[in-house]
Structure formats: structure tokens, C-alpha cells
């Protein structure tokens, strides 16, 4: 009899201990989740911005047609999923990409969603609509885009001027959300209305953004949190402190440098707290219309001077990535293996060897150890830029280069390169998307606003093209580590490191996933919740 | 007493004219604007876009008709629209300013209250170790800088307490909502009381040795009316300038007390508005900066003649 007693009491007990497990691990509805925000975003509207600074707080508002899975670090064809489209189908030789649309979804503001919303928003984007954004700055997304067409209320179709594979990757980013007919772009930017999981409640600028769950929502059950309340705080001393002392659940998106991290972690054991690469390249612009730079052999020498592996254990502790234009793997789809890598002149592991040979370029240019070349340094004033262009400026002196720190203001920064008025600069380079058509086109392709170098090679142009088009994911990898290479020997924009930062909140937080090759597609939240 | 009253009146106006002119001009020489900031941030220029919003906000016109422009609005009490959030100049500046002045009042209070009577404290105790004290403390005020003492503030509050005194928008009580004001107030205050003090010190170290006051002892007064009433009352003139230039000058401090503590107020939006090249909000957000100092020298002038009637007769 004992011993049944003591069978029924244990059996009570796992009973006991496992719906405790299960009922901690299941998601609890409300809770408002506290963030600061480490700047005032200029607007409220995705569309015309290109930081995440906007994305962050706004991406709740939002659905996309398709959308990454947002419980998926690495962001992949694999993981895109539909969200205001139902499903989507490829016709006409891949020149025809076709959405069925999810019935009774509504704005915020209870009006309808249709297909007429997809059209607008993809008419405003490709700039053939009467109404206008103030700034588009990724019209060039959709240059392969004839047209977009509607059947009824709930179907639209993308018609291309030629296959693009990735335009469903581009569809997925964070950076393309639906936005309504019926709401000017001016309206958008001040009191955005979108169908996403969260309702816009108020924007004051330089203080806080206040979003509230939106009880329509298409998604049942979702989202778990009541709202999500961002305070703007630009001093990041202030705002990772705030957060230790408990003011915050969480800290802004890839927020914390790797040196800050350690002091987040003494302070605050408990957080949670991971480090991904950020997709954002650091990367040299050199001036190649105007002597010195003119020169290939002196562009070429100067990227044979850099010591990569320098820049990654001073400024990241060794947690930065080596690469060209494409975010090396595992965490990049595209980026080269080591051994192609390796095997571009300055990618080596022997940096002496490389610096010797660039010192030979450099006399065979007319300069040597009596006769350096005095170079001008530009950058943007905020630390990111400058502390590596001050490391740049050190590594250059082993070649006979003596730079100068030319700190300019944001203000100044874009003009100034637009009129080609800097010999050297120190850029960084943010992709939104992982994938090679958003990097290649935008940042290299001739005539583009955002190929700052003005690099034009009408043979790698057609190498886009090609890769742009293949449907062998294998193949056009290939293709993609030849560009690439092609891109770094040409000296095209010297890549020097690609980013890592990190992201802590509470344990308490659950279901937050940090992107990890992409800074600007994973925030919708309506997987979060609070175990509080 | 009137004439001298028109008189200041008319060189207050005067002044204000000058700084609309200073301040205008000046936001204009410095390079880039709206515009191109906007063009930054997107990481890309398109010049047919850009001037398309130069010319949407106006910044495409002659300066002396935008100068026009701006200035008459301001006199109609019509302060434009944010280039930034698109709202209302006057509906963003306006609920920042009890913020910051409740914070700047508070910072003056602090500044007097210890900085006056802590002067007439060491004037008094000249020489003694008490004096060398309070001398070593106002140095340490004016030497430390206001948003080292802020972090500084922040830290230990963190570590010691796990508590943060940072902005609460929304406090309770009496005693929440002075505490949201009071930390940063003495952050900020801890400078401005270290000079007043100093000055307290110094001109009452100077009036103390005048026949007066030795009559004032020999007839008896005691000490604290002798400090008080007889030696404070003429050596406050002095010290009232600071504070009226202090005041003035908080703004200053103000903006980076308001960036270490987080408080929305006025001086900190009126620096992201210069980083943005906002026009409207900088030009309006200084004018009435200007509005309120030349105000409160006009006040102070008029407080030393009241203090001291030679002046209305002679200046």
C-alpha cells in the first residue's frame, strides 16, 4: 500500500513539475515592452528612410505581402513566408510573380485592405503614381519591374522585364511594407496606418514612440504584448544604464558595441544578450576620377596595406567578420569561403608580404620612404566611422601614405562625396537584404545614386545580370564569389570588416530572435511576450 | 525713472532685432540644410528630388525673403511648421519649455540658496578651515563638468541603489515629480552655486571692510544683522548679475544635463534641431531663448536701480 501512495506521489509531483515547465514556456498575452530608441527617426514612414532607426519602432505597424519568418535568425529564400498575401506563384518564363491575397484584413483605421493598396504602394515606389514620397531611396529595387497589375480584390501581379528571382527577398525586407491608398505619404510620415500587429499612438520627436496592440488583427492569438513603448535616448551611457537599472526590457536592436558588452554583463548577469553580424560593411571609397587615385596601382597598393585582422581585435575584441561585398558565412548565404578569399591580394594571412609588395607599387608610382603621399581622410563624424579611419590612417603609413583625418558632419558627408571633393573615404555600407541583387546594383552598378565611387565596369554589369537570373541557387553562388572577387581586385570599395553587435534584454522576454544577417527585417514582434 | 525705463526698453528692441538678424544668417552660413540631411540619412541624392523639396519648404528663395518671411510670422505669433516632424513649430516648442524651465528654476534656486549663504558663510569665517573648505568645494564645482557629474550621479545611483534618477513623464506625486527635477537640477546647479558662492565671497570680503559696517559693530548690531542686514544687502548687487548672466547661461548646461538625464526639454530639442538644420524650430526655439534673457536683463537692470537709485540718474 506504502509503495502505491509513493508511486501516486510521484507521479502527482512530475505531473506538478511538468505542466510548471510547460506553463513557464508557454507565451502569456499583455505587458507593455519598455525599449529606448537610440535616436529620433527623421519620419514615421519606412519607405522614405534608410536606417533602421525607422524600422525598429515602425515595423510593428506594418505587414508586408511576404515577409521573413521572423523566429528564424538567418534570413533565406527557405524562410520567407506569406503574410498579406496567402501564396504566391512564379508564371510566364519567372517574368510574372503572382500574389492571392488574404481576405478581410483591415487598416487601422477599419478601412478595408485590397489589392489596389499593393498597387499603390509599388506604383508610389517605381515613381509612376500621382502621388509621391518625399525621398525613395530604394527605387532601384524595382528597376526590373514592368508593372504591377490587379485581378479583382485580392490577386496582384508583379510582371518583370526579365526573371529576378530575388525580387521575393526584396518583397520580404523589413524596408517593404503595404501601405494604404487611401493615407497621403505625408500622413504616412507623421501618423503612419498599416495592418500590422501594433497601432501607431504617438510619435514625439526626441522623446518617445508609443505603438498599441491592435486587437483586428489578422493573426489571431497575436500579438502577445498590450503595446511596445520606445523612449528616445541618444546618449547610449545614459540609455545602457537605464536599462541595468531595470527602466527598460530591452535595448535597442544591435545597439551594444562588443567593448560595451562586458560592462552590460558585469552589471546586469542576468541579461540575455546576443552578438550577430550586422550586414553592415565598413569599407573604403576612393576618389578614382582625381590623381593620386587615378592611379591603379596606388588604389591597389592601398588595399594590400590593410590589416584586416587589426581593425577586427581593436575595435570588435576579434568578433568582427572578414570578407568582400557579400557578409561572409556562416551567418552570409553569399559571402566567399576562405580559400577564394584569401587568394585576393591583401586577403592574405601574411600581411607583410602583402604590405612589401604594395610598398614596390608605391616606388614604381614614384613614391617611397623620402617621398610619401599626403592624402586626405574623409569621414562622417560619429565614432564608427572615425575610430577605424583613424586605424586606416596608421596602416597606410607602412606604404609611404601619411593621411589626414578630414571629419565631416553628416549634413556635409553625401553632398561632399557627390561632388567628389575627398581624395580617401571611410564609409559604411548597411544592406537591408542578403542578397546579392540589392548589394551589386545598388552599390556598384554604373549610374547608381548609391555608387558613390562612380565604379562602372560594363562587363561585371552584365555578370549582375546573369547572376540576377539564375535559378541554381549552387550556380549562381559561383557566379556571385566571382563578382565579388572581381569587385575586391578592382578596387572597386576596399571592404574591410563587416560588423558585430550586440542585443540584451531581460529574461523575461521571450520570442525574440536576432536577425543574423540582417539589420532591418526582423521587427515586427508579435512573437514577443513577457513571462512576468 | 520713465526715461530711463524707454531708454532700456528701446535698446532691448534694438537688441532683439541684431540677434534675429545674427541668428538667421548664421544657421545659413553654416553648410547643409534640411534637405541634403534628409539625402544623408537616405544614403543617396537625386537633384531633381531635392529640389523639389527645397522648393516645397521654401529654402529655395532669397534669403532676405526668407529672412522676411520668418520674421514676420514670428511678430504674427505664426511660427511655421517643423521641417523635421512636420508639426506645428509652436505645438513642438511649447511643452518643452515648462520642462526645461522648471528644471532651470530649480537649478537657480539651488545656485542661491547654497551659493549665497555659503558665501557669507566663508566671507564671514575668512582664514578659518571652514573657509578653506567651502573654497575647495566651489573650486570643485567650477572645475567639474556638468555631464561628468550627471553620469557620475547615474552610475552610483545604478550601483548603489539600482535605481535610475532618469526623466519620468508622468510623475504622481509632489514628491516623484520634484525628485524627476531635483537630481538633474543639482547636476546642473552645483556649478552656478560654486560662482555664486564665489562672488558672494569676494564682494562680501569687500563691503565687511567698509566704515560702515565697523560703526554698524560699534554701536552694537549683532553679527547676523551686521552680515545680514547691514553688508549682504550691498554686496548682493554683484551677485545678482551673476544670476541674471547664470540664468542665461544655464541654457548651456542645461543641454547636456538634459541629454545625460534624458529630459525632454527645451535646450536638447533645440540641438537635435541644429543637428537637423530645422530651421523654423532653431530660429523661433533662439529668438524666444533671446526673448526671455534680454527679458530677464532687462529686469535685473531694473532691480539695481531699484537697489541702488544713483543708477537710474546717472546711466
Same mark, same amino acid.
Given at each position: 500500500?506504502?509503495?502505491?501512495?509513493?508511486?501516486?506521489?510521484?507521479?502527482?509531483?512530475?505531473?506538478?513539475?511538468?505542466?510548471?515547465?510547460?506553463?513557464?514556456?508557454?507565451?502569456?498575452?499583455?505587458?507593455?515592452?519598455?525599449?529606448?530608441?537610440?535616436?529620433?527617426?527623421?519620419?514615421?514612414?519606412?519607405?522614405?528612410?534608410?536606417?533602421?532607426?525607422?524600422?525598429?519602432?515602425?515595423?510593428?505597424?506594418?505587414?508586408?505581402?511576404?515577409?521573413?519568418?521572423?523566429?528564424?535568425?538567418?534570413?533565406?529564400?527557405?524562410?520567407?513566408?506569406?503574410?498579406?498575401?496567402?501564396?504566391?506563384?512564379?508564371?510566364?518564363?519567372?517574368?510574372?510573380?503572382?500574389?492571392?491575397?488574404?481576405?478581410?484584413?483591415?487598416?487601422?483605421?477599419?478601412?478595408?485592405?485590397?489589392?489596389?493598396?499593393?498597387?499603390?504602394?509599388?506604383?508610389?515606389?517605381?515613381?509612376?503614381?500621382?502621388?509621391?514620397?518625399?525621398?525613395?531611396?530604394?527605387?532601384?529595387?524595382?528597376?526590373?519591374?514592368?508593372?504591377?497589375?490587379?485581378?479583382?480584390?485580392?490577386?496582384?501581379?508583379?510582371?518583370?522585364?526579365?526573371?529576378?528571382?530575388?525580387?521575393?527577398?526584396?518583397?520580404?525586407?523589413?524596408?517593404?511594407?503595404?501601405?494604404?491608398?487611401?493615407?497621403?505619404?505625408?500622413?504616412?510620415?507623421?501618423?503612419?496606418?498599416?495592418?500590422?500587429?501594433?497601432?501607431?499612438?504617438?510619435?514625439?520627436? &526626441?522623446? %518617445?514612440?508609443?505603438?498599441?496592440? #491592435?486587437? *483586428?488583427?489578422? +493573426?489571431?492569438?497575436?500579438?502577445? $504584448? /498590450?503595446?511596445?513603448?520606445?523612449?528616445?535616448?541618444?546618449?547610449?551611457?545614459?540609455?545602457?544604464?537605464?536599462?541595468?537599472?531595470?527602466?527598460?526590457?530591452?535595448?535597442?536592436?544591435?545597439?551594444?558595441?562588443?567593448?560595451?558588452?562586458?560592462?552590460?554583463?558585469?552589471?546586469?548577469?542576468?541579461?540575455?544578450?546576443?552578438?550577430?553580424?550586422?550586414?553592415?560593411?565598413?569599407?573604403?571609397?576612393? &576618389?578614382? %576620377?582625381?590623381?593620386?587615385?587615378? #592611379?591603379? *596601382?596606388?588604389? +591597389?597598393?592601398?588595399?594590400?596595406? $590593410? /590589416?584586416?585582422?587589426?581593425?577586427?581585435?581593436?575595435?570588435?575584441?576579434?568578433?568582427?567578420?572578414?570578407?568582400?561585398?557579400?557578409?561572409?558565412?556562416?551567418?552570409?548565404?553569399?559571402?566567399?569561403?576562405?580559400?577564394?578569399?584569401?587568394?585576393?591580394?591583401?586577403?592574405?594571412?601574411?600581411?607583410?608580404?602583402?604590405?612589401?609588395?604594395?610598398?614596390?607599387?608605391?616606388?614604381?608610382?614614384?613614391?617611397?620612404?623620402?617621398?610619401?603621399?599626403?592624402?586626405?581622410?574623409?569621414?562622417?563624424?560619429?565614432?564608427?566611422?572615425?575610430?577605424?579611419?583613424?586605424?586606416?590612417?596608421?596602416?597606410?603609413?607602412?606604404?609611404?601614405?601619411?593621411?589626414?583625418?578630414?571629419?565631416?558632419?553628416?549634413?556635409?558627408?553625401?553632398?561632399?562625396?557627390?561632388?567628389?571633393?575627398?581624395?580617401?573615404?571611410?564609409?559604411?555600407?548597411?544592406?537591408?537584404?542578403?542578397?546579392?541583387?540589392?548589394?551589386?546594383?545598388?552599390?556598384?552598378?554604373?549610374?547608381?545614386?548609391?555608387?558613390?565611387?562612380?565604379?562602372?565596369?560594363?562587363?561585371?554589369?552584365?555578370?549582375?545580370?546573369?547572376?540576377?537570373?539564375?535559378?541554381?541557387?549552387?550556380?549562381?553562388?559561383?557566379?556571385?564569389?566571382?563578382?565579388?572577387?572581381?569587385?575586391?581586385?578592382?578596387?572597386?570599395?576596399?571592404?574591410?570588416?563587416?560588423?558585430?553587435?550586440?542585443?540584451?534584454?531581460?529574461?523575461?522576454?521571450?520570442?525574440?530572435?536576432?536577425?543574423?544577417?540582417?539589420?532591418?527585417?526582423?521587427?515586427?514582434?508579435?512573437?514577443?511576450?513577457?513571462?512576468? | 525713472?520713465?526715461?530711463?525705463?524707454?531708454?532700456?526698453?528701446?535698446?532691448?528692441?534694438?537688441?532683439?532685432?541684431?540677434?534675429?538678424?545674427?541668428?538667421?544668417?548664421?544657421?545659413?552660413?553654416?553648410?547643409?540644410?534640411?534637405?541634403?540631411?534628409?539625402?544623408?540619412?537616405?544614403?543617396?541624392?537625386?537633384?531633381?528630388?531635392?529640389?523639389?523639396?527645397?522648393?516645397?519648404?521654401?529654402?529655395?528663395?532669397?534669403?532676405?525673403?526668407?529672412?522676411?518671411?520668418?520674421?514676420?510670422?514670428?511678430?504674427?505669433?505664426?511660427?511655421?511648421?517643423?521641417?523635421?516632424?512636420?508639426?506645428?513649430?509652436?505645438?513642438?516648442?511649447?511643452?518643452?519649455?515648462?520642462?526645461?524651465?522648471?528644471?532651470?528654476?530649480?537649478?537657480?534656486?539651488?545656485?542661491?540658496?547654497?551659493?549665497?549663504?555659503?558665501?557669507?558663510?566663508?566671507?564671514?569665517?575668512?582664514?578659518?578651515?571652514?573657509?578653506?573648505?567651502?573654497?575647495?568645494?566651489?573650486?570643485?564645482?567650477?572645475?567639474?563638468?556638468?555631464?561628468?557629474?550627471?553620469?557620475?550621479?547615474?552610475?552610483?545611483?545604478?550601483?548603489?541603489?539600482?535605481?535610475?534618477?532618469?526623466?519620468?513623464?508622468?510623475?504622481?506625486?509632489?514628491?516623484?515629480?520634484?525628485?524627476?527635477?531635483?537630481?538633474?537640477?543639482?547636476?546642473?546647479?552645483?556649478?552656478?552655486?560654486?560662482?555664486?558662492?564665489?562672488?558672494?565671497?569676494?564682494?562680501?570680503?569687500?563691503?565687511?571692510?567698509?566704515?560702515?559696517?565697523?560703526?554698524?559693530?560699534?554701536?552694537?548690531?549683532?553679527?547676523?544683522?551686521?552680515?545680514?542686514?547691514?553688508?549682504?544687502?550691498?554686496?548682493?548687487?554683484?551677485?545678482?548679475?551673476?544670476?541674471?548672466?547664470?540664468?542665461?547661461?544655464?541654457?548651456?548646461?542645461?543641454?547636456?544635463?538634459?541629454?545625460?538625464?534624458?529630459?525632454?526639454?527645451?535646450?536638447?530639442?533645440?540641438?537635435?534641431?541644429?543637428?537637423?538644420?530645422?530651421?523654423?524650430?532653431?530660429?523661433?526655439?533662439?529668438?524666444?531663448?533671446?526673448?526671455?534673457?534680454?527679458?530677464?536683463?532687462?529686469?535685473?537692470?531694473?532691480?539695481?536701480?531699484?537697489?541702488?537709485?544713483?543708477?537710474?540718474?546717472?546711466?
Amino acid at each position: 500500500m506504502r509503495s502505491v501512495w509513493a508511486l501516486a506521489a510521484t507521479a502527482a509531483l512530475s505531473l506538478l513539475a511538468f505542466s510548471t515547465i510547460t506553463l513557464a514556456g508557454e507565451p502569456k498575452q499583455g505587458g507593455i515592452l519598455r525599449m529606448y530608441h537610440r535616436d529620433s527617426p527623421g519620419n514615421a514612414s519606412i519607405h522614405e528612410g534608410a536606417t533602421y532607426s525607422i524600422n525598429v519602432p515602425f515595423m510593428p505597424v506594418f505587414n508586408n505581402l511576404v515577409i521573413y519568418k521572423q523566429e528564424v535568425a538567418q534570413n533565406s529564400m527557405d524562410t520567407i513566408v506569406p503574410e498579406l498575401a496567402e501564396s504566391w506563384a512564379w508564371a510566364g518564363d519567372n517574368k510574372t510573380l503572382t500574389f492571392k491575397l488574404r481576405q478581410g484584413v483591415k487598416w487601422h483605421d477599419g478601412k478595408p485592405f485590397t489589392s489596389a493598396d499593393v498597387k499603390c504602394t509599388f506604383d508610389m515606389l517605381m515613381g509612376k503614381s500621382q502621388q509621391k514620397f518625399r525621398q525613395n531611396p530604394r527605387k532601384t529595387w524595382y528597376e526590373q519591374v514592368n508593372d504591377v497589375t490587379t485581378s479583382g480584390d485580392f490577386e496582384v501581379s508583379f510582371n518583370l522585364k526579365r526573371p529576378q528571382p530575388s525580387l521575393l527577398a526584396l518583397l520580404a525586407s523589413g524596408y517593404t511594407p503595404v501601405y494604404p491608398c487611401h493615407v497621403s505619404p505625408g500622413e504616412m510620415r507623421t501618423h503612419p496606418i498599416g495592418t500590422g500587429p501594433f497601432r501607431f499612438v504617438e510619435f514625439k520627436a &526626441n522623446e %518617445s514612440i508609443k505603438l498599441v496592440r #491592435n486587437p *483586428d488583427y489578422w +493573426r489571431k492569438g497575436r500579438p502577445y $504584448l /498590450d503595446g511596445i513603448e520606445f523612449t528616445i535616448i541618444p546618449n547610449r551611457s545614459t540609455a545602457i544604464l537605464a536599462f541595468v537599472a531595470g527602466k527598460f526590457d530591452m535595448t535597442f536592436p544591435t545597439h551594444i558595441t562588443i567593448p560595451l558588452l562586458k560592462d552590460v554583463k558585469s552589471q546586469s548577469p542576468n541579461a540575455v544578450c546576443r552578438v550577430e553580424p550586422t550586414n553592415v560593411s565598413t569599407n573604403i571609397i576612393v &576618389n578614382s %576620377s582625381a590623381p593620386p587615385f587615378d #592611379n591603379i *596601382d596606388i588604389r +591597389r597598393a592601398m588595399a594590400m596595406a $590593410l /590589416d584586416r585582422k587589426a581593425f577586427v581585435s581593436i575595435l570588435f575584441e576579434g568578433q568582427a567578420d572578414i570578407g568582400g561585398t557579400m557578409l561572409p558565412p556562416p551567418q552570409g548565404l553569399w559571402g566567399m569561403p576562405k580559400d577564394p578569399l584569401e587568394s585576393i591580394p591583401g586577403y592574405g594571412p601574411d600581411v607583410n608580404a602583402s604590405r612589401e609588395e604594395a610598398r614596390k607599387l608605391m616606388q614604381k608610382a614614384g613614391y617611397g620612404p623620402d617621398k610619401h603621399l599626403a592624402v586626405k581622410v574623409a569621414t562622417r563624424n560619429l565614432a564608427e566611422y572615425r575610430d577605424p579611419a583613424v586605424i586606416l590612417i596608421d596602416q597606410l603609413k607602412s606604404i609611404y601614405i601619411d593621411g589626414e583625418l578630414d571629419v565631416v558632419e553628416t549634413a556635409n558627408w553625401f553632398p561632399k562625396v557627390a561632388r567628389k571633393d575627398y581624395m580617401l573615404g571611410l564609409n559604411l555600407t548597411g544592406n537591408a537584404v542578403d542578397d546579392p541583387d540589392q548589394s551589386f546594383y545598388e552599390n556598384y552598378s554604373c549610374g547608381s545614386e548609391r555608387n558613390y565611387t562612380n565604379y562602372c565596369n560594363k562587363e561585371i554589369e552584365k555578370l549582375f545580370d546573369v547572376q540576377s537570373q539564375e535559378t541554381d541557387l549552387n550556380k549562381r553562388k559561383k557566379l556571385v564569389w566571382d563578382i565579388d572577387k572581381k569587385l575586391q581586385e578592382d578596387v572597386a570599395r576596399p571592404i574591410i570588416f563587416h560588423a558585430r553587435a550586440g542585443t540584451c534584454w531581460h529574461p523575461y522576454v521571450k520570442g525574440v530572435t536576432v536577425m543574423s544577417n540582417s539589420s532591418y527585417n526582423g521587427y515586427r514582434y508579435e512573437d514577443v511576450w513577457m513571462d512576468k | 525713472m520713465f526715461a530711463y525705463l524707454v531708454r532700456r526698453l528701446f535698446l532691448m528692441l534694438v537688441t532683439l532685432f541684431g540677434i534675429s538678424v545674427v541668428i538667421f544668417f548664421l544657421l545659413r552660413i553654416v553648410p547643409g540644410n534640411i534637405v541634403d540631411i534628409l539625402f544623408a540619412a537616405a544614403g543617396y541624392v537625386d537633384p531633381a528630388d531635392k529640389a523639389t523639396l527645397e522648393k516645397e519648404l521654401g529654402i529655395d528663395q532669397p534669403l532676405v525673403v526668407q529672412y522676411l518671411h520668418w520674421i514676420g510670422g514670428f511678430l504674427r505669433g505664426d511660427f511655421g511648421y517643423s521641417y523635421v516632424s512636420e508639426k506645428p513649430a509652436l505645438q513642438e516648442i511649447l511643452p518643452r519649455i515648462p520642462i526645461t524651465a522648471r528644471l532651470a528654476g530649480l537649478a537657480l534656486l539651488f545656485s542661491a540658496s547654497i551659493g549665497i549663504p555659503l558665501g557669507v558663510i566663508s566671507a564671514v569665517k575668512q582664514g578659518t578651515r571652514l573657509d578653506y573648505a567651502l573654497r575647495v568645494i566651489s573650486l570643485s564645482g567650477l572645475s567639474l563638468p556638468s555631464f561628468w557629474l550627471g553620469l557620475l550621479i547615474l552610475t552610483a545611483s545604478v550601483a548603489m541603489f539600482g535605481q535610475m534618477p532618469i526623466f519620468n513623464p508622468n510623475p504622481q506625486t509632489y514628491l516623484e515629480a520634484f525628485a524627476t527635477y531635483a537630481v538633474p537640477a543639482a547636476a546642473v546647479g552645483f556649478r552656478s552655486a560654486a560662482l555664486t558662492m564665489r562672488i558672494t565671497r569676494s564682494s562680501m570680503l569687500e563691503v565687511l571692510r567698509q566704515d560702515y559696517i565697523r560703526t554698524a559693530r560699534a554701536k552694537g548690531a549683532s553679527d547676523a544683522a551686521v552680515n545680514y542686514q547691514h553688508a549682504l544687502k550691498n554686496a548682493i548687487l554683484p551677485v545678482i548679475t551673476v544670476i541674471g548672466i547664470e540664468a542665461a547661461f544655464l541654457i548651456g548646461g542645461l543641454i547636456v544635463t538634459e541629454t545625460v538625464f534624458n529630459i525632454p526639454g527645451v535646450a536638447r530639442f533645440l540641438v537635435e534641431a541644429i543637428r537637423w538644420r530645422d530651421y523654423p524650430i532653431v530660429q523661433n526655439l533662439v529668438m524666444l531663448i533671446a526673448v526671455v534673457v534680454v527679458s530677464a536683463n532687462f529686469i535685473v537692470d531694473m532691480l539695481y536701480a531699484v537697489f541702488d537709485p544713483r543708477i537710474r540718474y546717472t546711466d
